[in-house]
């Protein structure tokens, strides 16, 4: 039982170069969530999938996309990368449809992204 | 203002020593729910309590404690007997129906435990 798995762990980026981060989950949970991590900061939320086939976008959703592939997958992508979305990024889920903060989110290792 | 609040930035004991980290939160909501993560140099965020507001009795797991006023508005985690393994940043966070309940993070306090 993985938990919340995502790739890439590292990537570097020049600037206007796009990428998609994966991240999956295999605890059947319906809710999964994108952050990033700032240093001295906690983490603000991108975009958030309250369930299959839904996506909403939470506090600082510029600049990036998502897709809820399925119930298990939830990937976000930068399309045209900036040095300010130099961060880490982590993806959680939660077992509740809602997308609501009511239920413990789980979370992924984290990727640690540099935009030169 | 910020809705959660760790004003300790960094705190550093001795192992063995307790320590007590702080989260002082704002909502007007009376259903709102409290979170405490730890982030060890690793990276991860690991989940350590969820407490909802109607629950104020207070919390034990090991040398884990949480403390949860809701007249102070406060909701502090106690570690007994550090050690060395403690050393993290711990996050506060809260969710309420004001902020559609996403969850709110505080900035985080970076413990440190001296061997």
């Known amino acids: 039982n993985a938990g919340v798995t995502q790739t890439p762990k590292f990537q570097v980026l020049k600037t206007g170069q796009s990428m998609t981060l994966q991240c999956a989950q295999d605890?059947?949970?319906?809710?999964m969530y994108w952050y990033r991590q700032d240093p001295g900061m906690g983490l603000r939320l991108i975009y958030y999938?309250?369930?299959?086939?839904?996506?909403d976008k939470g506090e600082v959703p510029n600049g990036y996309n998502v897709s809820r592939l399925n119930k298990r997958e939830f990937s976000l992508r930068l399309e045209s990368a900036a040095p300010s979305q130099t961060s880490v990024y982590f993806c959680?889920?939660?077992?509740?449809?809602?997308?609501?903060?009511?239920?413990?989110?789980?979370f992924g290792p984290g990727t640690r992204l540099t935009v030169l | 203002a910020q809705k959660v609040t760790q004003a300790q930035t960094e705190i550093s004991v001795v192992e063995k020593e307790d320590v007590t980290l702080d989260c002082v939160y704002e909502?007007?909501?009376?259903?709102?729910?409290l979170f405490w993560y730890k982030q060890p140099p690793s990276g991860e965020l690991v989940f350590l309590i969820r407490?909802?507001?109607?629950d104020e009795q207070n919390e034990i797991s090991g040398r884990y404690s949480w403390n949860f006023q809701k007249s102070t508005s406060s909701f502090n985690f106690t570690i007994t007997a550090s050690q060395v393994v403690d050393s993290a940043v711990y996050f506060c966070?809260?969710?309420?129906?004001?902020?559609?309940?996403?969850?709110?993070w505080g900035a985080g306090t970076k413990l440190i435990i001296k061997p």
């Open positions: 966070a809260l969710s309420e129906a004001e902020s559609n309940y996403q969850l709110i």
């Open positions: 605890m059947n949970h319906n809710s």
């Open positions: 909502t007007r909501d009376t259903t709102y729910y």
């Open positions: 407490r909802n507001s109607f």
């Open positions: 959680a889920s939660s077992a509740v449809a809602g997308g609501r903060g009511t239920d413990t989110q789980y």
């Open positions: 999938s309250a369930s299959e086939g839904t996506t």
